[in-house]
């Protein structure tokens, strides 16, 4: 019997590990092929279409159709496919808006800092993100950020600074670029605030946010397309491409989609702490990935701008999760606490007394402890 027991948990075990292994890999394929579809898309010298805003807008109108799609498949098949329902709300609509504004601003910046910056440097431009997302959280959510923290975005920024100067020095420095990093990385840590604070609005349901931003988004680039010259850029592409365009433009939207769904799939299966380390190898995987297919030469201090950027940004998560379960420690003791000096003024005759509630969750608090300074 414990043979067979061992045998069951070994096959149960194998099977997790499997699950996590391939949604690991999804997400870093999924993550990886968005950037360089884009990347062909936005500043390929072969396909020579310069419609940032266009590509940008027609990715939006394919998630908005994937919602579609999605929800129709799993009303036909909901044995296999779950999603909400679909029902576009004008208030909710109106709600979500501040968000969408922020979310067109995020996508928009980030594509063309893709456009005019290398893949090897897209991460380190866009590297900003954590420092805004810390000064942020203090200026708009009141949330001070420890010294820690505060030296790992110190080691951000110097990692950032010398990428720049290194670029600047091999001759392939983009001003324009750096700047929508900049603004790309504020988007994002802006994104990331604003989420939390509507998600309660579309029943918390990440699938809901995701087709009320693109519904929004849709209207929202229609302006831009009409004061910019992306939609003659489009009408002058070349009709012999132009079912080629089509298929790269409908694989980016299903690529742009998917990666919030690997997104989710890999916080589920394993942790959001081991999601942003995924994302820091994968990064770094990406840099490596854009220095090999498009042959670029770098130096050193070139690769040691990068290392710091990736091991600081990392360091930062470790700080923020040892500082949340911290606070999630302190929380369950101060509960405690509460219960105990109430049951300390209970005067029924049951004869449960508060040192005995106290007594049996000792070892639970001391657990958690333990938890904690494993943890760090």
């Not at 949604?23 to 500043?43: D, E, G, Q, R």
Request: hydrophobic share 50%; net charge positive; glycine share 6%.
């Amino acid at each position: 019997m414990r043979l067979e027991s061992k045998m069951l948990q070994d096959r149960a075990f194998a099977a997790k590990s499997i699950t996590i292994a391939t949604v690991v890999a999804a997400y870093w394929i999924v993550s990886i092929s968005l950037v360089f579809v884009n990347k062909y898309l936005l500043s390929s010298r072969s396909l020579k279409l310069d419609a940032p805003y266009f590509v940008t807008w027609f990715q939006c109108l394919v998630s908005v159709a994937l919602c579609v799609l999605l929800r129709g498949l799993s009303y036909l098949k909901p044995n296999l496919i779950a999603f909400p329902s679909i029902k576009i709300d004008p208030r909710v609509c109106r709600d979500v808006a501040p968000l969408s504004l922020v979310f067109v601003c995020m996508i928009t910046f980030n594509n063309l800092c893709l456009k005019d910056v290398g893949i090897s440097f897209y991460y380190a431009g866009r590297s900003f993100t954590t420092v805004f997302n810390a000064l942020l959280s203090y200026a708009i959510l009141g949330q001070v950020t420890s010294l820690k923290a505060w030296i790992c975005c110190g080691f951000i920024v110097f990692g950032f600074l010398l990428g720049l100067d290194q670029e600047k020095l091999a001759g392939s420095l983009s001003v324009s670029g750096v700047i929508y990093g900049l603004l790309a990385s504020l988007f994002v840590a802006l994104n990331a605030i604003y989420t939390k604070k509507v998600l309660p609005t579309v029943d918390n349901s990440i699938w809901k946010l995701s087709l009320y931003n693109n519904f929004n988004a849709s209207f929202a680039f229609l302006p831009v397309l009409l004061f910019t010259s992306d939609i003659g850029h489009v009408m002058e592409f070349p009709r012999s491409g132009r079912v080629n365009l089509l298929f790269v433009l409908l694989g980016s939207g299903v690529l742009g989609f998917a990666i919030g769904y690997v997104t989710g799939l890999q916080i589920q299966y394993t942790s959001p702490l081991t999601h942003n380390v995924s994302g820091t190898a994968k990064a770094c995987a990406q840099t490596v990935l854009g220095y090999l297919v498009f042959a670029e030469i770098k130096t050193a201090l070139w690769w040691l701008s990068n290392v710091i950027i990736l091991l600081a940004s990392f360091g930062y998560t470790i700080v923020k999760r040892q500082e949340m379960l911290a606070t999630h420690l302190n929380e369950a003791d101060e509960r405690l606490n509460a219960l105990t000096a109430s049951l300390n003024k209970m005067k029924d005759g049951s004869g449960v007394s508060a040192e005995g509630i106290h007594g049996n969750n000792y070892d639970d608090c001391n657990s958690s402890d333990k938890l904690a300074k494993s943890s760090a």
